[in-house]
């Protein structure tokens, strides 16, 4: 899904600005993205020094533009049909292994075309400057490559592996200074037993193994010297923050056969410092520039980085430049903020994190790039603030690192990361690791270390995921993590096994990852319950609305639940989502068809994911993180995603969103108690909160007020609701948190049954998920009465941004339930995607009038006049204009 131009450009407007500087010289990267040609091996008898020379024919080969894997580029030329739609990937050739298998840790099937090598090839023309050195550079190529210039060998496929690797070569004296030059990689997917980028159980693996080149490629050119990986670490004086201490390193490389007597001099903003460095004939050699040297590097009252909802995100810039013979030689730039991050382990062994010296609930999701690692700028953009406007303050990598871009978007939106290896594939078995393998891993984390470390939104790194790597390559990992000044903490792996080098973790890894009740967060003590840093858990699937279900399953499979919306599902233990649809069934009464399921889906994960972050929200600092597995999704599913991969957020999202508000008010399902987080690290006096519980039929059973100061960064218990004669089996809680001038400040909504979810502990054998011995009824939502809502729209123009006021009410004495808000492009347009809603699937209580507003790109109206669309349980379905 692309994203105009324009709506690009508001959205950056309205995050503070474009993209952060580049970590390149600014006098020159000269991108080689367009205009490439492939072609599989198989039908190309010559070898690379023809291929990789001017007027070689490429008739009957594919276009590409790079960044592309072999299989973006043949779906984009239109030879495959979209493989993300029903079961569309099995028809391409290569996938007939059994659904559900992890593809990573099997061979490349026999029939496959992805078997052999795939050749790229680009012709282009190059002006550089006379006398400057030349250097071509590949970010990412999945996984060996043979690559050569104008007829010449640059580099061999022994050289040149690793999916995570980033590679320069001087190219001097290969390339043609005019006229044109002929660029061909021969490239080979990547084996069981390679350090590749891996699909595990999220969803099946492309059938190319995401072969190609998949990150940038560009030329710069240099005098003498050569500016390389800029650094700035940033030390504070704790707690007290009124001094920053910083440290700037780079890497100098003489790539001539002469000594050079280099000066590099480096700014930030008003602070000038300098030094002299000689270097032998091709020598490299890093320079430092620190506080204890220069005091100009000590920063008073410096502008800090806050994470997102805690304070600003400040960016300074570190300009450098190197002479060499009384001129430029080289230049480079990075952006960074100063910012402490720091960890250490509770009286309980759980790991928290500090940043400037403030402690920090971490909650975020797992990350998933598109299945076939297509790079869109515009999404990019629209799934970070996705993240923000959930509340939600990190992000997690398992492999698969993204873009400088993506990175430069978080640090602008403060949204912390953290990165690591993936679990369940070669990156894991060690055992079977060759010496080549060893080599590859710490390179890897050489490149990626270096790549990463400036950004002030990087919190942790993580050596492992399901487990902590033997002694010999943590101990390797670790070596490479100090000597490239990595500054953050690091821990061994995502779990809580400890280790000899780095002892205990303070984290685990003990799901659930499928459906449990919203009980189990705060009742349980043994697996995911809301205590400790759990680094991946979730309430299990997540079926999108019925517009995407049909965006991505054939109409005839459509209903009932078939092979095809388990292919959707995910992999290994996951390949269906039984134990959810059996949950819904139960509690809200057996689906009648698709239309009906979806929406009592969409009631499931709402209630699903906004138990699970209040649960650790109630239980800060003992518990102290929690990353959702998954935020989204590489392509379209059913299970584990905060929004889909249409970017339609729907329940599980603003569930999300309500549970992560930074002054929140909620309910126990343990003990019944009201509480009030906040999640501020200032406080608040004298505020007041209020419940109330009704029936099914609104009677209202229970009322209470109660004032309550909110300390900084704090979880308070308010009263506890006591318990109440004469419920009907399904009843509802309302809660609301005002300041002291009466102003809403928190609202919260809770459906509840007089007859619990119970979960079997005894049953509990593995971490997937814990079994239901008996279910809350909901059947009673069947019996609503219909609500009539009166509602009004005005629709806003801002620039390059459209905003739909929205003001509902019900005049009614019926409960108006999860009443869906859309805005459409004209009156039987589609869902204009992304957007931002201040809430959404709402419930009015009789008499109750809410203003909501939505935020979207103008241009994805594509000059149709938009339209307010709104139902729920039980409301119509209403157009405004009708």
């Keep these: 899904m692309r994203l105009s131009g324009s709506v690009l450009l508001s959205l950056l407007l309205s995050t503070g600005g474009a993209f952060g500087a580049e970590q390149t010289s600014p006098a020159g990267r000269i991108p080689l993205g367009g205009g490439w040609k492939i072609q599989t091996s198989s039908r190309v008898p010559e070898k690379g020094d023809g291929i990789s020379v001017t007027g070689f024919s490429t008739r009957d080969w594919y276009a590409a533009s790079i960044p592309s894997t072999v299989l973006a580029a043949l779906v984009a030329n239109g030879l495959y049909p979209d493989p993300y739609f029903g079961m569309n990937l099995r028809s391409v050739p290569g996938t007939g292994y059994a659904i559900g298998r992890n593809f990573a840790n099997l061979a490349m099937p026999p029939d496959s075309p992805f078997l052999d090598s795939w050749w790229y090839r680009k012709e282009f023309q190059f002006a550089g400057g006379a006398g400057r050195q030349v250097w071509l550079h590949f970010d990412g190529i999945n996984y060996r490559a043979d690559i050569w210039l104008n007829g010449h060998l640059v580099a061999g496929k022994n050289a040149v592996a690793g999916a995570y690797r980033m590679y320069d070569f001087d190219v001097t004296d290969l390339i043609a200074p005019s006229g044109a030059n002929t660029l061909a990689l021969e490239i080979s997917a990547p084996q069981a037993d390679d350090l590749a980028i891996e699909w595990v159980d999220w969803n099946p ?17 240099n005098g003498p010297v050569a500016l390389r990986f800029p650094q700035v670490i940033t030390k504070l004086d704790l707690p007290s923050l009124e001094r920053a201490r910083l440290t700037v390193t780079a890497e100098l490389r003489n790539a001539t056969a002469q000594n050079v007597k280099a000066v590099v001099t480096g700014r930030i903003e008003q602070i000038r410092f300098s030094r002299s460095v000689d270097l ?30 805690t304070g600003p995100q400040n960016l300074y810039r570190l300009d450098l430049e190197v002479e ?72 997690r990598f398992e492999g698969k690192i993204e873009t400088d871009r993506f990175l430069d978007l978080c640090d602008r939106e403060g949204i912390l990361i953290i990165a690591g290896w993936c679990c369940c594939s070669h990156w894991e078995l060690w055992e079977n690791w060759k010496d080549e393998d060893h080599r590859i891993a710490a390179d ?20 492992g995921s399901d487990g902590p790597p033997p002694a010999a390559v943590e101990q390797k990992y670790i070596e490479v993590l100090k000597a490239e000044n990595w500054p953050n903490p690091y821990q061994s792996s995502a779990t809580a096994r400890t280790t000899a080098l780095t002892g205990a973790t303070g984290l685990k890894m003990t799901g659930p990852y499928d459906w449990v009740p919203p009980s189990y967060w705060l009742t349980d003590a043994r697996h995911g319950g809301a205590y400790g840093f759990n680094t991946e858990t979730s309430p299990g699937p997540a079926v999108p609305p019925l517009e995407s279900l049909r965006r991505m399953i054939p109409p005839e499979h459509l209903w009932p639940i078939d092979e095809v919306w388990n292919y959707h599902a995910g992999g290994s233990r996951f390949m269906n989502i039984k134990v959810f649809t059996d949950a819904l069934n139960a509690r809200l009464g057996p689906a009648t068809g698709v239309e009906d399921f979806a929406r009592k889906s969409q009631v499931m994960t709402y209630e699903g994911q906004r138990a699970m972050f209040e649960a650790y929200a109630r239980n800060k600092y003992t518990s102290t993180g929690v990353i959702q597995w998954m935020m989204n999704n590489a392509w379209p599913s059913l299970i584990w995603h905060l929004y889909d991969y249409y970017l339609r957020p729907a329940g599980g999202y603003f569930g999300t969103k309500k549970a992560c508000e930074p002054l929140h008010i909620q309910y126990s399902y343990d003990d019944r108690s009201v509480v009030v987080v906040n999640n501020h690290y200032s406080g608040f006096k004298a505020l007041k909160a209020k419940a109330r519980v009704f029936n099914l039929d609104m009677t209202e059973r229970f009322s209470k007020e109660a004032a309550v100061d909110a300390p900084p960064d704090s979880s308070t218990r308010v009263f506890t609701i006591p318990g109440i004669e004469n419920l009907s089996t399904t009843y509802f809680c309302a809660l609301s948190l005002a300041g002291q001038e009466g102003n809403s400040l928190s ?16 049953k509990t054998r593995d971490t997937a998920y814990s079994p239901t011995a008996s279910y809350a009824d909901f059947t009673g939502f069947g019996t609503l009465p219909p609500a009539q809502i009166r509602a009004a729209v005005r629709f806003e123009q801002k620039g390059k941004v459209q905003f ?53 790109g103008i241009d994805l109206l594509h000059g149709a006049v938009p339209a307010l669309q709104f139902d729920g349980w039980n409301v119509a379905r209403t157009l405004i204009p009708r």
């Design 280 to 309: 032998a004939p091709k020598e490299t050699k890093q320079v430092a520039f620190s506080s204890d040297e220069f005091d100009s590097l000590n920063l008073t009252k410096p502008r800090l980085w806050w994470p997102a909802h």
């Design 444 to 463: 890897s984390l050489r490149d990626q270390i270096r790549r990463i470390r400036n950004h002030p939104g990087m919190l942790t790194w993580w050596n």
């Design 205 to 221: 693996a492309p059938p190319d193994k995401d072969m190609g080149i998949w990150r940038d490629v560009y030329l710069t050119d």
């Design 804 to 856: 739909a006021r929205v003001t509902l009410e019900n005049p009614g004495r019926h409960l108006a339930f999860f009443i869906r808000l859309q805005v459409t492009r004209g009156r039987d347009g589609e869902e204009i995607l992304p957007v931002l809603w201040q809430d959404n699937y709402i419930s009015l209580l009789p008499g109750e009038k809410r203003e909501v507003s939505a935020e979207y």
């Design 747 to 762: 609202s919260n909504f809770y459906w509840l049954s007089t007859k619990p979810d119970v979960v079997d502990e005894a």
């Design 324 to 395: 060499a013979g009384g001129r430029v030689s080289d230049r480079a730039a990075v952006t960074f903020g100063v910012r402490e991050v720091t960890s250490e382990l509770t009286e309980k062994n759980f790991r928290v994190f500090m940043v400037n010296g403030k402690r920090i609930l971490i909650r975020g999701g797992g990350w998933a790039p598109d299945m076939m690692l297509r790079s869109d700028p515009e999404r990019e953009l629209a799934e970070v603030r996705y993240v923000k406007d959930m509340n939600l303050n990190a992000i």
